[in-house]
């Protein structure tokens, strides 16, 4: 054909990105990665911060350390060297990528999206590229975008990351919060897989009405940044931790246990079970009630406390390259957070 226009001839008007009449009927995980800063920040050195102790946090929480980022590092940063890890445990490379979504309330800027700054520093060509936020749910509410956009043939290759520098919005005066966040990100390429394998279910979940208990409260177009908002410390994360916790255990069960029930299976069919890791108090109340043996649950709290959107693909990262998950295996993902927000996936890896 002559007479194109420039711009038509443009790569992002290709036909490749056009994927409707070849739309991708099992979608699985083809690659995953993580990245967390190397500066760890201990419950000993936090005792020098502010008023609490290594036996309070630990036997509360379940947190000895946590990863933190240094004042260069954004979380872009993380969010990149995880993506990169991704891309090559698919065995892809950047251009093979037509779909970005990048989980995170900890943005590099309001605008760009931490999306569009991942896809430059990656060099990955064109794609569309966005963020969400659904605070600590945002690993499972990306995933399950993706998988909406790719089943209507838009994209082939979905990279999805959950990645947060929380540390940036913690008060390290606030000992109710500080104790309890860490910074990384975690990062997975969905792609077509055989039938039977990858992702089966999926349930997501809001309430507005309890967004109150955890919220940043300034910065936005509400409390736009001013003296007042910083003098008031409002630019940092506030919660009502104890409300936050009763709802946990119970919205962790239940959403796990619908996204079961919409695959035609029961949690013991499960071969893994990856929370959110937000409070080792939560996961074993859910342990309990759902009756799934401890040891196929992934838990890794203690070294980087709750990493928000990135902590289950951490936690999936370490527990695939250390041998415990393989593929085949039956993994049920679950999680809750700032919304609030909940939901989860079940995925035969
Ligand atoms: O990813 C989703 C995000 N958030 C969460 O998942 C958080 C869920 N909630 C939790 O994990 C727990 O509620 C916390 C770990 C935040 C708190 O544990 P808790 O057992 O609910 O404690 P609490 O908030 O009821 O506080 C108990 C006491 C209070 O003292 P008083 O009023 O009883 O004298 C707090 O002031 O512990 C005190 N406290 C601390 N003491 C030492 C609160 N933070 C600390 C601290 N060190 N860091």
Redesign the pocket.
């Known amino acids: 054909m002559d007479n194109l226009s420039p711009r038509l001839s443009y790569p992002e008007f290709d036909g490749a990105r056009n994927l409707k009449e070849s739309s991708i009927v099992a979608i699985g995980i083809l690659g995953i990665g993580s990245a967390y800063p190397d500066r760890i920040l201990t419950n000993h050195d936090l005792e020098k911060m502010?008023?609490?102790?290594d036996e309070?946090?630990r036997t509360?929480?379940g947190i000895s350390e946590r990863r933190i980022c240094d004042a260069d590092t954004a979380t872009s940063h993380m969010a990149c060297d995880a993506g990169r890890k991704a891309i090559e445990d698919a065995g892809l490379k950047p251009e093979d990528i037509d779909l970005i979504v990048v989980a995170t309330f900890s943005p590099d800027t309001l605008i760009p999206s931490t999306a569009c700054w991942v896809m430059a520093k990656l060099n990955i060509p064109n794609c569309a590229a966005f963020d969400i936020n659904a605070?600590?749910t945002g690993w499972i509410y990306g995933v399950s975008t993706a998988l909406g956009l790719m089943q209507n043939g838009l994209a082939r290759h979905a990279l999805v990351i959950g990645a947060d520098a929380i540390t940036k919005f913690v008060d390290f005066q606030d000992?109710?919060t500080c104790?309890?966040f860490g910074d990384g990100a975690g990062a997975a390429v969905l792609g077509e897989v055989e039938q039977g394998r990858g992702f089966l279910s999926e349930t997501l979940g809001a309430d507005g009405r309890m967004g109150p208990n955890?919220m940043i409260p300034g910065g936005g177009s509400a409390r736009p940044i001013s003296q007042e908002v910083l003098d008031n410390r409002e630019a940092y994360v506030k919660?009502q931790?104890?409300e936050?916790?009763k709802f946990?255990v119970r919205i962790m069960c239940d959403s796990l246990c619908g996204a079961l029930s919409k695959a035609g299976l029961a949690p013991a069919d499960l071969d893994w079970v990856i929370p959110?890791q937000?409070?080792i108090?939560?996961i074993e109340g859910a342990i309990k009630r759902l009756d799934i043996p401890r040891e196929r649950f992934i838990v890794n709290i203690e070294r980087f406390g709750?990493t928000?959107a990135a902590s289950i693909g951490i936690a999936m990262d370490e527990a695939v390259r250390d041998g415990r998950i393989k593929r085949g295996d039956l993994v049920g993902l679950v999680a809750?957070?700032?919304g609030l927000t909940w939901g989860a996936a079940v995925v035969r890896y």
Do not use: P
């Open positions: 502010v008023d609490t102790s309070w946090i509360r929480s605070a600590c000992r109710a104790v309890l955890l919660m931790g104890n936050v916790f946990a959110h937000a409070n108090r939560i709750n928000s809750f957070g700032g």
